[in-house]
């Protein structure tokens, strides 16, 4: 299918990780949807599982829900997550990488772009990725 007839979805789902699996899912159906090889659908969804557990770890209560669409802009894919939570961005440490806090950094590898719009309504992740040529 080309991405001149991807139609936007969205999906509203519990803050909870048992949702996980639909997380993958709805990435992996807007990435095929949008014409992208299974190597880029693998990237896409595992860039995407991060914002959205990032968001079901950090920026949610228990109760709330987060918010997921996909569509395409100009020449890419943009997947958002959006949670009632507010981003504290991360002082690297220095010396050793830590354990946790690297989500970000593996978006940036996975992803073409990714940004992060914190405002009082909570926070907005983007991630968008070239669509495949042809």
């Not at 693998?42 to 669409?69: M, R």
């Not at 690297?92 to 978006?107: I, K, N, Q, T, V």
């Amino acid at each position: 299918m080309s991405a001149a007839r991807f139609t936007e979805r969205e999906l509203e789902i519990d803050a909870n990780f048992a949702r996980m699996p639909d997380v993958r899912d709805f990435a992996e159906g807007a990435a095929a949807a949008a014409g992208f090889a299974e190597e880029s659908r693998y990237a896409i969804k595992s860039a995407f599982g991060e914002a959205v557990a990032n968001a079901i770890e950090h920026g949610s209560q228990p109760g709330d829900t987060i918010d997921l669409w996909a569509t395409v802009e100009d020449d890419s894919l943009v997947l958002c997550v959006h949670d009632s939570g507010m981003f504290v961005p991360r002082v690297d440490p220095r010396g050793d990488l830590p354990e946790r806090g690297r989500g970000l950094a593996f978006m940036n590898e996975m992803m073409d772009e990714v940004q992060v719009h914190p405002s009082r309504a909570g926070t907005l992740v983007r991630l968008a990725k070239k669509l495949p040529d042809g």
